[in-house]
C-alpha cells in the first residue's frame, strides 16, 4: 500500500519560511516523479511544484518561482518543498502526491496525473 506523509506546516509571519517534507512507503519512490500542490479555503487545488525521478528536473508554478525551491532525496524515499519568503496568499493546505511517470511532461501541473496524494499538511502565513 503506498503512503505519502507530509509534515512540517505550521504557523508563520509574512517573510518567514518552512520546510515542507514528504515521506512515501510502498512503491518505488525514485521511480516517479512528485509533486506538491496546494489548496487555499474557499478555492480548488492548485499546482506548486513537481520534481522528475531523479531531482535533475524541476517545474514551478509562477506564483512560487524564485520563493519555493522542492529537492528529493532517493535514498531517504523522501521530497522537499523549501519555502521562502512566505506571503498570505500562500496560507493552504500543502499535498504531496506521487507521478505516474518518472520524468516531467507538459501536464505535469495536471492533477489526473497523479496517482496516490498525502493527507496534506496546513501552512499558515500570518501578515
Known amino acids: 500500500q503506498v503512503q505519502l506523509v507530509e509534515s512540517g506546516g505550521g504557523l508563520v509571519q509574512a517573510g518567514g519560511s518552512l520546510r515542507l517534507s514528504c515521506a512515501a512507503s510502498?512503491?518505488?519512490?525514485?521511480?516517479?516523479?512528485m509533486g506538491w500542490f496546494r489548496q487555499a479555503p474557499g478555492k480548488e487545488r492548485e499546482f506548486v511544484v513537481a520534481?522528475?525521478?531523479?531531482?535533475?528536473?524541476?517545474y514551478y508554478a509562477d506564483s512560487v518561482k524564485g520563493r519555493f525551491t522542492i529537492s528529493r532525496d532517493n535514498a531517504k524515499n523522501t521530497v522537499y518543498l523549501q519555502m521562502n519568503s512566505l506571503k498570505p496568499e500562500d496560507t493552504a493546505v500543502y499535498y504531496c502526491?506521487?507521478?505516474?511517470?518518472?520524468?516531467?511532461?507538459?501536464?505535469?501541473?495536471?492533477?489526473?496525473?497523479?496517482?496516490?496524494w498525502g493527507q496534506g499538511t496546513q501552512v499558515t502565513v500570518s501578515s
Open positions: 502526491a506521487s507521478d505516474t511517470q518518472p520524468v516531467l511532461q507538459r501536464d505535469s501541473d495536471r492533477e489526473g496525473r497523479y496517482d496516490y
Open positions: 510502498g512503491r518505488t519512490f525514485s521511480s516517479y516523479a
Open positions: 520534481i522528475s525521478w531523479s531531482g535533475r528536473s524541476t
